[in-house]
């Protein structure tokens, strides 16, 4: 059973910074590639940044450079540092797990998935 709980959305002006949270519930948490996705009204879920097991970070062109995804293996915990937010990265925020597999980015990939933290930012 895995569970994972985000925290940390919240309402910010443009130009400002938030940092997400995902505890996670697991056993073997090292051994899961970790996720953030978005997802906006009447928008396609899509990937934000992802780490695997080995440490590998990928990040969504549109969040590089803005966005740092960071864990700690020893609590698991997942963290997603936003910096420079814009409106458009105004979405529910989801916290996402999988058995190494598939694209890091590709939300279809992801098995497991928290219940999501709502980030609106304003101009």
């Known amino acids: 059973q895995v569970e994972l709980v985000e925290s940390g959305g919240g309402s910010v002006q443009a130009g400002g910074s938030l940092r997400l949270s995902c505890a996670a519930s697991?056993?073997?948490?090292?051994?899961?590639?970790m996720g953030w996705f978005r997802q906006a009204p009447g928008n396609q879920r899509e990937g934000v940044a992802a780490?695997?097991?080995?440490?590998?970070?990928v990040y969504a062109d549109s969040v590089e450079g803005r966005f740092t995804i960071s864990q700690d293996n020893a609590k698991r915990t997942l963290a997603l540092q936003m910096n420079s937010l814009k409106p458009e990265d105004t979405a529910m925020y989801y916290c996402?797990?999988?058995?190494?597999?598939?694209?890091?980015?590709?939300?279809?990939?992801?098995?497991?998935w928290g219940q999501g933290t709502q980030v609106t930012v304003s101009s």
């Open positions: 996402a797990a999988v058995r190494p597999s598939g694209s890091l980015l590709n939300w279809r990939d992801y098995r497991f």
């Open positions: 697991v056993s073997g948490y090292s051994t899961f590639s």
């Open positions: 780490i695997d097991p080995a440490g590998r970070i």
